[in-house]
């Protein structure tokens, strides 16, 4: 293994987000490492966002037409390739991947370094694995965007069974003709959606009272009412248990490399599980079994601190090993910044990316800036779609904040009439018409929350921003506005009095 040591200007370890600043620094005339151990790009391009929503899209096809014969059109789906469009989903990923990995070679202003990196010192890093192992780099700016991977949750037996994260489901060439899903939030409500319109029977267990428990509460609801209409759903329980018989006993490594043979059973037990204001406990009741040919564990995911040696630096974790920042997206330690999921602000490819605009501003611009997380969006690529932007209702109440709430029914406009559509849109402001929130289930809704996210950022941030807005009549985007213009109901301390704004 051949040793070596480099110094440089700029060096970024992960290359999701965080290559956004190190163009920035070639830019700039600096000397730039780049610190990779996997595929080019990031989780977004190989793992996450990318993969998923080329899969996603084909299930609204084959949604769309299930559906016709609501609208008095007789189709019949003959045959899904459902191996071909998986490769393919997969194939334009990894060129996408290794496009950028060219690039990267071929710079003469970037140099990239592929294997694994860990701090020895104060911004000077080692390459342990991989192509360039043995090397040792020292930067005068640090960049740590190392991302996160999926947690797996201490249940008996996990490491005995051939589980599946979402990087393997991403890539399986043929649904399971049953998969068991742990986990409740939006990668279990994004594969659950996929894997079931391809004709998987899908079991979710979800320790949360509803599914998507970030979302808000009224919408988390109908979404899990939703579900369960389509899948079993087992909200407020807990994976306790997990064992495997036949051929679904994989190789034991626990590594979730999905190579098992398929053939046998993975059973899951689970117990229930109680949240209140004081925290959340495994409750005594009857626990609930359930069973599958595959098992996906879609537990949340984990920051890839506990890699980079940190001890090494003065740079700081939070109590759930998320890198510590202050709100310039600088580190404790000196010359060291931070970004993306690593640091744990917002799970979220869009908001990396604004962390590195931010950075890059404060690293080369002039006056610091802080992050400004104003109008942070996300939605949920499932079916029903879900969106939301700003405070939920239940924030506003822990805040014992005075607000107003309304709702819009998706099917009471023309347009959601003619498409047979449900769903909502929930609007939060305070008493004096600042948007707090808004938060929509039902179709396009990744796409209609835009407005309120422009409204928030850039307008006045007021309902008036909307309700003057002149919006196409019969189009969707009415549902917006109408829920933004209706009639305000009072929330918070003195919830319950009627208050039109």
């Known amino acids: 293994m051949p040793t070596y040591h480099e110094r440089f200007d700029f060096l970024v370890i992960g290359s999701g987000s965080g290559l956004e600043v190190a163009n920035v620094a070639a830019n700039q005339g600096q000397s730039v490492a780049v610190v990779e151990k996997g595929p080019l790009g990031g989780t977004c391009l190989n793992r996450g966002c990318i993969p998923s929503k080329l899969l996603l899209y084909h299930a609204d096809v084959l949604e769309t037409v299930e559906r016709a014969e609501e609208f008095g059109i007789h189709a019949e789906v003959t045959d899904v390739d459902f191996a071909e469009f998986v490769r393919e989903a997969n194939e ?62 201490p249940i008996d037996g996990i490491e005995d069974v051939d589980y599946l994260t979402s990087t393997e489901a991403l890539q399986l060439e043929e649904p399971p003709d049953r998969l068991v899903v742990v986990g409740g939030g939006y990668i279990a409500a994004e594969l659950g959606h996929f894997f079931g319109t391809f004709g998987t029977d899908v079991t979710i267990v979800g320790r949360r009272p509803e599914l998507l428990p970030e979302a808000d509460q009224e919408v988390a609801a109908e979404f899990t009412e939703r579900f369960a209409d389509r899948f079993e759903v087992h909200t407020g329980y807990t994976a ?34 109680e949240y209140d204001y004081g925290g959340s406990v495994v409750e005594e009741g009857e626990p609930i079994s359930v069973a599958g040919d595959e098992l996906l564990v879609a537990a949340g995911r984990r920051p890839n601190t506990d890699l980079l040696n940190l001890e090494a630096t003065g740079v700081e974790t ?49 006056e610091l800036e802080p992050v400004d997380y104003t109008a942070m969006p996300f939605a949920v690529f499932a079916s029903p779609e879900v969106a939301g932007v700003g405070a939920t209702e239940a924030d506003l109440r822990e805040a014992d904040r005075e607000y107003a709430v309304n709702t819009y029914r998706f099917e009471d406009t ?7 559509a449900e769903g909502m849109v929930k609007v939060l402001i305070d008493l004096e018409g600042e948007i707090l929130g808004c938060h929509i289930i039902g179709p ?6 835009q407005e309120v996210v422009v409204a928030m950022k850039a307008g006045s941030g007021t309902i008036a921003d909307i309700q003057e807005s002149i919006h196409i009549h019969p189009a969707l985007p009415e549902v917006v506005q109408r829920a933004f213009s209706g009639r305000f109901s009072r929330g918070g301390h003195e919830h319950g009095h009627g208050h039109q704004h």
Do not use: C
Request: avoid cysteine; aromatic fraction near 6%.
């Open 444 to 449: 396009e809704a990744s796409t209609l929350i």
């Open 318 to 366: 939070d109590e759930q090993g998320y890198v510590a920042t202050d709100e310039y997206l600088r580190t404790d330690a000196d010359g060291i910044w931070a970004l993306g999921d690593v640091v744990g602000e917002y799970l979220l490819k869009h908001s990396a990316n604004h962390e590195a605009r931010t950075v890059a501003g404060n690293i080369f611009g002039g």
């Open 240 to 273: 306790t248990a997990v064992s495997a018989t036949g051929g679904g006993d994989g190789d034991g490594d626990g590594d979730g490399d999905g190579d098992g043979d398929g053939d046998g059973e993975i059973t899951v037990t689970a117990q229930p599980y």
């Open 414 to 420: 023309a347009r959601g009439d003619a498409m047979h």
């Open 92 to 153: 334009e990923v990894a060129e996408s991947a290794e496009s950028i990995r060219r690039g990267l070679r071929s710079s003469d202003q970037h140099d990239l370094f592929e294997g694994e990196g860990r701090f020895v010192e104060e911004r000077t890093v080692e390459i342990v694995d991989g192509a360039d192992a043995g090397g040792t780099l020292r930067a005068e700016t640090v960049l740590i965007a190392a991302g996160t991977r999926p947690a797996i949750p």
